[in-house]
């Protein structure tokens, strides 16, 4: 094995072992939330709210975190940081009153999980350009195993047993421990620095997003996860309300769900690094669509249940290739546009557990009937696009 291939393997293994720990006291939110507003007496508004507050404190650092990292030698040492941010801001939320108290600092916490992400995925595309969605599919795994399956599966069996002030600071544990583990790594983690004169190629690339291809890829990319965010955000409430499940069985459906999801992104976004990007998310999004609107009509548990489960391992899966897109479209400065499109994703497109709280005060089905309208118009907004040609590969662009 090459020094080139044994670095790349480095990054790829420490880079998706730093993502899952981030991602996992996020990932405690889709069932501490509902737990927060249970203990005050509230409803599924409210923890729409919690999620959507949550995005849009992420969204708030995610364009300065690209913009630092594409001019940082040393990003190692600021993904460092961002363990110490996450531990501190979820542990201080279980230490004060109030809801909005509490909202705002989970935000906090939130915002440190948010730093990590174009900071992690820009030093991937840029050491490995040639197999980008790939190497976003093999960090995602790491998200998706840490938000998705370790994060609800510990936060519904510790809630079996603790309040959620508790739960949550048993959560933070492996957070400060790997912010310990990550200080002698951080040092091997480098890239050569952009120049002081990106702040121009920063103003050309605000100018590049607001053409009509730029513009048509946020709208797609706004209503692909507010989708996405408004089945996540209700499903454990559906889960526990409509089928009598305990948070722990909830728990371990969602995990199953998103886990299958999770471990298809290397190999979809690796079919659309040789194939185009286009098809696939066209495909993705109509399919997802269909299911999410049976999850939301039928009367059958069983095809509810097995509508929305596919329609959220649809799209979680399709997510890399998403992200590849963008920077397909962008050609430069990665870091910070992935800090673009993750503010767009999360920043915004968070609004969808909102919304989908909102519907849900009616019928919680709602909420999936709204997810399948939402991702149906982002479906016809790529229809209506001519991607990027894929960097790197010899195939024609879509």
């Not at 509490?102 to 939130?110: E, H, N, R």
């Not at 929305?308 to 397909?328: G, W, Y």
């Not at 399948?372 to 790197?392: P, Y």
Request: aromatic content about 10%; some cysteine; charged content about 10%.
């Amino acid at each position: 094995m090459t020094t080139q291939a044994k670095h790349h393997r480095f990054l790829l293994g420490t880079l998706f072992l730093g993502h899952l720990t981030n991602d996992w006291v996020f990932g405690t939110l889709w069932f501490i939330a509902p737990a927060i507003v249970a203990s005050m007496g509230l409803g599924p508004t409210e923890v729409g709210l919690i999620l959507t507050i949550n995005g849009i404190g992420a969204g708030l650092a995610y364009i300065p975190a690209g913009i630092i990292a594409d001019r940082s030698s040393r990003p190692g040492y600021l993904l460092l940081l961002t363990f110490w941010w996450v531990a501190l801001g979820y542990f201080s939320a279980t230490l004060v009153p109030g809801f909005w108290a509490i909202t705002l600092l989970l935000a906090f916490g939130g915002m440190g999980d948010a730093v990590w992400h174009p900071i992690a995925t820009g030093v991937l595309v840029k050491t490995m350009p040639e197999r980008r969605a790939q190497v976003l599919g093999v960090h995602a795994v790491g998200g998706s195993i840490g938000a998705e399956v370790l994060g609800p599966l510990a936060a519904g069996f510790l809630l079996g047993f603790f309040d959620w002030q508790t739960s949550l600071q048993i959560m933070v544990i492996p957070v400060v421990i790997m912010g310990l583990v990550f200080i002698p790594l951080s040092s091997r983690i480098s890239q050569k620095a952009a120049s002081v004169k990106n702040s121009i190629n920063f103003k050309s690339l605000m100018k590049h997003w607001s053409s009509r291809t730029g513009i048509g890829l946020m709208l797609m990319m706004i209503f692909y996860n507010m989708s996405l965010m408004a089945m996540l955000g209700m499903t454990p409430l559906y889960l526990q309300n409509e089928y009598a499940l305990t948070p722990f069985h909830a728990g371990i459906i969602f995990a199953l769900t998103l886990m299958t999801g999770a471990l298809c992104q290397p190999a979809l976004g690796h079919y659309s690094d040789r194939r185009g990007r286009r098809n696939v998310i066209l495909f993705v999004f109509f399919t997802t669509a269909c299911l999410a609107f049976v999850a939301g009509i039928s009367n059958s548990p069983t095809w509810s249940i097995i509508g929305l489960l596919s329609a959220i391992a649809l799209l979680t899966t399709v997510r890399p290739a998403v992200l590849a897109a963008a920077v397909d479209f962008s050609t430069r400065s990665e870091a910070t546009t992935l800090g673009i499109v993750f503010t767009v994703l999360d920043g915004v497109g968070m609004a969808g557990a909102l919304f989908a709280g909102m519907a849900a005060e009616v019928e919680l089905s709602r909420a999936f009937i709204l997810a399948a309208a939402l991702v149906m118009v982002a479906a016809i907004i790529c229809m209506r696009m001519t991607f990027q040609a894929v960097s790197h590969q010899p195939t024609a662009p879509d």
